[in-house]
């Protein structure tokens, strides 16, 4: 069973960075798609980011410009760079993980979660 554990989650001021990690176990992560989602209070959960095993990365069209999802494969990492946050950005971030070589689903069907992180956006 794939496990994936959040990190570097906090409060900061809007226009502020902020760095989340997820540590991926049990599993390699080279052969994965990996991704970011996020979820704020009083709506749906929605994709932030992915990235297949070939380095493909895709971005909402909220966050353009402004994250980034680095991988790390001999680490078996992968982050969430996130620069001139928004208060629209305060939710709970949580990465996934499936066996998918080569490309990332569309949808959220995602085997495997993370518990999330909480980030704290204020004006």
């Known amino acids: 069973q794939v496990q994936l554990v959040e990190s570097g989650g906090g409060s900061v001021q809007s226009g502020g960075s902020l760095r989340l990690n997820c540590a991926v176990s049990?599993?390699?992560?080279?052969?994965?798609?990996l991704g970011w989602f996020r979820q704020a209070p009083g709506k749906e959960r929605e994709g932030v980011a992915t990235?297949?095993?070939?380095?493909?990365?895709t971005y909402a069209d909220s966050v353009k410009g402004r994250f980034t999802i680095p991988r790390d494969n001999g680490k078996n990492t992968l982050s969430l760079q996130m620069t001139s946050l928004k208060p629209g950005g305060t939710a709970m971030y949580y990465c996934?993980?499936?066996?998918?070589?080569?490309?990332?689903?569309?949808?959220?069907?995602?085997?495997?979660w993370g518990q999330g992180t909480q980030v704290t956006v204020s004006s």
């Open positions: 996934a993980a499936g066996v998918w070589v080569g490309y990332c689903p569309t949808s959220q069907a995602f085997p495997y």
């Open positions: 049990r599993y390699t992560s080279a052969n994965m798609c």
């Open positions: 990235i297949d095993s070939r380095g493909t990365t």
